[in-house]
């Protein structure tokens, strides 16, 4: 196996300019930069991770931890975070916390004994001060849901302004008794929704028209029928899982729709579903991009939450049987 020491002798140069082209130093001569280019391509040369490990002090492998792969949004966050990585010549390693908020902690701390030299972390309980221990060499950024109990950077979605323009719109329609179905009461992603559904109604909401503690596919259907039950003639819900566990219901029913989150075949359903959209594939973009700046240099400033603008897409289940 080729070593540095050998595509220097190839290309004709120091060591030291190996490294920084390999580096992505940019200030090294276009001429050598492309001798030494064209050495790494002859040699095959494979980067010793080890090495690279203790020369700058963290390791090349970059973890994710979101709640599953199998939901289109979390997925799309993570292969946004690869891509951005590989630019860099890291590598990714990815877990799922299975939505289990006591699994959480013990799979974070998993991944960071394996050396990484940054996190990406989409949380699932309330409270992540567990990582106030984590080494200060490993960056850590949080997406979706903002850090309970920490001080470090976080790319979140409005929630709150997107609920609150999904309800004007249903009411706009000319539903009168807009129903809300949500999940997960404890996240505040969850909480921003709601809030925004009872500041798009001028009042705290009716109550007998809110449910917002489902957990299954099947909870999600009960939980859409009691509402329609209760007279709602439109309902905001609140994520992609618990409007695809619904799907069936809207093929049923009357009533005006509102999905938060888009999700792979919305547009195609019968009806098509509005939604509110997160393009969860910016949002892990940006997340990567942060976390490789605060591995270039020391942070500059204190940790904030970035907030991201969300777009309502409209199609016909916003119509309900109209």
Known sequence: MATMRDVAALA?????TVSRVFN??????????????AALAQSNYVPNDLAQTFRRGRGSVVGVAVPTLLDPFFAAIVSAVDAEMKTRGYATMVSATGFD???ERDIVTSLLRRHLAGLVLAPV?????????APASVPTVFVDQPPAGLPVDAFVHDDLRGAAEATRHLLGHGNTRVGFLGRAP??????ARLAGYRQALGEDGPASLVVDDVESPEDAAAGFRA????????????????????????????????GFGDFPLA????????????????M???AARHLLSRLDAPPVAEPGTVVLPVRLVERRSCFGGR
Request: charged share 25%; glycine share 4%; aromatic share 2%.
């Open 284 to 286: 892990g973009a940006a």
């Open 12 to 16: 004709g140069v120091s060591l030291k």
């Open 101 to 103: 908020p006591a699994a």
């Open 227 to 258: 509402l329609c039950d209760r007279g709602a003639d439109a309902i905001v819900i609140a994520d992609p899982r618990t409007t695809i566990a619904c799907v069936p219901e809207l093929k049923r029913s009357r009533v005006a729709v509102v």
């Open 24 to 37: 992505g130093d940019p200030h090294v001569r276009p001429e050598l930069r492309e001798r030494v280019q």
């Open 267 to 282: 547009a195609l359903l019968d009806p098509p579903v509005t939604v509110v959209d997160q393009d969860p594939a910016v």
């Open 125 to 133: 309980s309330a409270d992540q001060s567990y990582l106030a221990s």
């Open 186 to 191: 404890h996240l505040p992603t969850s909480r």
